[in-house]
Nanobody, 124 residues
Framework: QVHLVESGGGLVQAGGSLRLSCAAS????????MGWFRQAPGKEREFVAT????????DYANSVKGRFTISRDNAKNTVYLQMNSLKPEDTAVYYC?????????????????WGQGTQVTVSS
């Protein structure tokens, strides 16, 4: 059984930064792509960022390109999401997930294990 635990969420003012972490256990972490998704109140869960098994390939939602950076440390079984220049519209519960594949994956249905989520609130 794969277990994912997110941390690093909180309340921040617009323009500020946060770094989310997601610690994984129960699977050979370095073999699989990872992703971050978010869900705002009353909205569908949406893709934010994805990274392949080695960290050499990444992809981002247009809404976060240039502001967010995904990275991973396979020695620590951890994936990160550095979020800069935060906006109120970034407010959401952020989830990390592990995909079924080694490559970058933007479709949430290709992810088979999910964390419990961490709240990010950006005040204006």
């Amino acid at each position: 059984q794969v277990h994912l635990v997110e941390s690093g969420g909180g309340l921040v003012q617009a323009g500020g930064s946060l770094r989310l972490s997601c610690a994984a256990s129960g699977r050979t972490f370095s073999r699989y792509g990872m992703g971050w998704f978010r869900q705002a109140p009353g909205k569908e869960r949406e893709f934010v960022a994805t990274i392949n098994w080695s960290g050499s390939s990444k992809d981002y939602a247009n809404s976060v390109k240039g502001r967010f950076t995904i990275s991973r440390d396979n020695a620590k079984n951890t994936v990160y999401l550095q979020m800069n220049s935060l906006k109120p519209e970034d407010t959401a519960v952020y989830y990390c997930a592990t995909s079924k594949y080694a490559t970058v994956v933007v479709t949430q249905y290709e992810y088979d294990y999910w964390g419990q989520g961490t709240q990010v609130t950006v005040s204006s």
